[in-house]
């Protein structure tokens, strides 16, 4: 467990790390949901006893009950984006839109299957609106915190969609680990 893995904000939280050597992560799960965005290294990610083995530009869904960990490679630097966000956030986001975006969570968790793999220019688009909600995190001007939600609104509805529109070629980069399955 690291104590960096528990949120410190009410709605969400935006995180973007690149280290020159992966770190070492445990089996862990937290109070919310995650969307990892993968951007370079040589990782999989393991899920709940599924092993995704990651390319640049994908994308992972877990939610508070998902057993999930890093399964990184040295030799490349590791750089990803993750974003977490609170059952708060998705309430509210109820209110307001009357949509449950927590919908294609609770999709992947059924059919164990969290990967999101969208095309160059899905991923471009990903990036440019990461960059958007980091530069907005920053500002302190009138309005930041508001720009940083619509541009993270915007991206997880483009997520919820490709969650919906992916192909199920997707599923020859996942192998399954037996001996957690049998601990889950």
């Given at each position: 467990?690291?104590?960096?893995?528990l949120?410190?904000?009410r709605?969400?939280?935006?995180?973007?790390?690149?280290?020159?050597?992966?770190?070492?992560?445990?089996?862990?799960q937290?109070?919310?949901?995650?969307?990892?965005?993968?951007?370079?290294?040589?990782?999989?990610?393991?899920?709940?006893?599924r092993?995704?083995?990651?390319?640049?530009?994908?994308?992972?869904?877990?939610?508070?009950?998902?057993?999930?960990?890093?399964?990184?490679?040295?030799?490349?630097?590791?750089?990803?984006?993750?974003?977490?966000l609170?059952?708060?956030?998705?309430?509210?986001?109820?209110?307001?839109?009357?949509?449950?975006?927590?919908?294609?969570?609770?999709?992947?968790a059924?059919?164990?299957?969290?990967?999101?793999?969208?095309?160059?220019?899905g991923?471009?688009?990903?990036?440019?609106?990461?960059?958007?909600?980091?530069?907005?995190?920053?500002?302190?001007d009138?309005?930041?915190?508001?720009?940083?939600?619509?541009?993270?609104?915007?991206?997880l509805?483009?997520?919820s969609?490709?969650?919906?529109?992916?192909?199920?070629?997707?599923?020859?980069?996942?192998?399954?680990?037996?001996?957690?399955n049998?601990?889950?």
């Amino acid at each position: 467990f690291n104590p960096s893995q528990l949120m410190t904000k009410r709605y969400y939280e935006f995180h973007h790390f690149l280290d020159e050597t992966p770190p070492e992560v445990g089996f862990h799960q937290h109070p919310f949901y995650e969307m990892f965005f993968f951007l370079s290294g040589n990782a999989g990610y393991i899920i709940d006893g599924r092993n995704y083995k990651l390319r640049p530009g994908d994308i992972l869904l877990t939610s508070s009950l998902d057993l999930h960990r890093l399964n990184a490679q040295p030799g490349k630097p590791y750089e990803r984006i993750v974003i977490w966000l609170a059952n708060d956030f998705f309430d509210y986001m109820k209110d307001f839109y009357g949509e449950d975006f927590t919908a294609c969570f609770t999709d992947a968790a059924l059919k164990n299957y969290r990967l999101i793999r969208p095309d160059s220019q899905g991923i471009a688009h990903l990036k440019r609106l990461c960059t958007k909600m980091l530069n907005a995190s920053h500002d302190k001007d009138i309005g930041s915190t508001a720009l940083t939600t619509a541009y993270l609104t915007e991206f997880l509805v483009y997520v919820s969609r490709a969650y919906y529109d992916a192909p199920a070629s997707l599923k020859d980069d996942i192998t399954e680990n037996e001996k957690v399955n049998q601990m889950i």
